[in-house]
C-alpha cells in the first residue's frame, strides 16, 4: 500500500493557533489519506484533481508528486487532469448562463432554496 503524506513534524500554525481543533484536523487529513475502499492510485488522482481546481500551485504540484508515487503513468495524470478542467469548465458555463439569464432577461437571482443541482435552466429562465 502506498504511504500517503501526513501533516509534517514541524508543527503547523494552526496547531500553535488552536491546538484542539487543529489537531481534529491532522487526524482526518491523516484517516482520509491512509484508510478507506479506494486504491492509493486512484486517491492520489483525485487530489491532484482537486488541487487543479482550487489552483493551489503547493498542492498541485505536491498532487502531481504524489499520484507519479502512487504509480500513475503520465496519461493517467494528464487524463485526471482534464477531467477536473472539464468540470469546472462546465459549472462556468452553468454560472455564466445564470448570471447572463438574470441580467438581460431580469430573471431573479437564486435563493437557497432554488439554487441546487436539481434547479434546471428552465426553471432559470421561468423565474421558478
Avoid at 484542539?20 to 492509493?40: H, M, P, R, S
Wanted: proline share 5%; charged share 25%.
Amino acid at each position: 500500500m502506498i504511504q500517503h503524506a501526513t501533516i509534517p513534524t514541524k508543527v503547523p500554525w494552526y496547531r500553535k493557533a488552536s491546538p484542539e481543533i487543529g489537531q481534529a484536523f491532522a487526524d482526518f487529513y491523516n484517516t482520509v489519506n491512509e484508510k478507506g475502499v479506494l486504491d492509493g492510485k486512484t486517491r492520489s488522482l483525485l487530489m491532484l484533481a482537486v488541487a487543479n481546481l482550487s489552483r493551489c500551485t503547493h498542492c498541485t504540484e505536491n498532487g502531481l508528486r504524489k499520484a507519479e508515487e502512487s504509480g500513475a503513468s503520465r496519461a493517467e495524470i494528464a487524463e485526471a487532469l482534464l477531467i477536473s478542467a472539464l468540470g469546472s469548465g462546465g459549472t462556468q458555463l452553468y454560472w455564466a448562463e445564470d448570471v447572463f439569464e438574470r441580467f438581460f432577461n431580469s430573471v431573479p437571482a437564486p435563493s437557497a432554496e432554488t439554487h441546487s443541482p436539481s434547479r434546471t435552466r428552465e426553471t432559470v429562465r421561468s423565474g421558478r
